[in-house]
Nanobody
């Protein structure tokens, strides 16, 4: 079963940066398209970035394009999300998972990102 452990969240002022990490186990990581999702209070979970197999098929939601960068290290089974120029509307719990993933898939505990204005 896939196990995902996210870390790196925290409280930051608007304009600041954070780097999230996610260690993945229980699957052949290098064969999976991986993504970062987020869920703000009262909203549905949304995909914000995707890094495909071999680092191809990069995708960013319009709301984070030019500010967030997703990367992966297959040797460490880890996917990263570098977040720059953070805005209060980026406040959410951030999760990593395969892409696509549904509510029925296994999810980690997520990591809270809070951006103050």
């Amino acid at each position: 079963q896939v196990r995902l452990v996210e870390s790196g969240g925290g409280l930051v002022q608007a304009g600041g940066s954070l780097r999230l990490s996610c260690v993945v186990s229980g699957t052949i990581f290098s064969f999976k398209s991986m993504g970062w999702y987020r869920q703000a209070t009262g909203k549905q979970r949304e995909l914000v970035a995707r890094n495909g197999i071999g680092g191809t098929r990069l995708y960013y939601a319009d709301s984070v394009k030019g500010r967030f960068t997703i990367s992966r290290d297959n040797a460490k089974n880890t996917v990263y999300l570098q977040m720059n120029s953070l805005k209060p509307e980026d406040t959410a719990v951030y999760y990593c998972n395969i892409v696509p993933a549904s509510d029925n898939d296994n999810w980690g505990q997520g990591t809270q990102v809070t951006v103050s204005s």
